[in-house]
């Protein structure tokens, strides 16, 4: 069973970089597909980011295409989330989740992950 710990989350000014890391504490996920939710105080949880098991495709919510990369490192069990430009509206816990369940694509859903990280705050100011 795969657990999962996510990383790299701040307080940072609009404009600025972060990059969030996922990693595996056990298990290994490199034949999962694994994705990046946020939640912000008062909302559900939202899809941010989804990659294919082989990292051959990849998938962005509106809101940060352009701006967030995915991009995962299989031989080392990591996952990252590069965040550019971040805005005031990024401001919530970012999760990473993994898909055990050998669907052909990842999804967008909550629904679609079965393991999930305990989440890495990340803050914005204007």
């Known amino acids: 069973q795969v657990l999962l710990v996510e990383s790299g989350g701040g307080l940072v000014q609009a404009g600025d970089s972060l990059r969030l890391s996922c990693a595996a504490a056990s298990g290994t996920f490199s034949r999962y597909h694994m994705g990046w939710f946020r939640q912000a105080p008062g909302k559900e949880r939202e899809f941010v980011a989804n990659?294919?098991?082989?990292?051959?495709?990849?998938r962005y919510a509106d809101s940060v295409k352009g701006r967030f990369t995915i991009s995962r490192d299989n031989a080392n069990n990591k996952l990252y989330l590069q965040m550019n430009s971040l805005q005031p509206e990024d401001t919530a816990v970012y999760y990473c989740a993994a898909d055990t369940n050998s669907n052909f694509f990842p999804g967008t859903s909550t629904r679609d992950y079965d393991r999930w990280g305990q989440g890495t705050q990340v803050a914005v100011s204007s």
């Open positions: 990659i294919r098991w082989n990292s051959g495709l990849t």
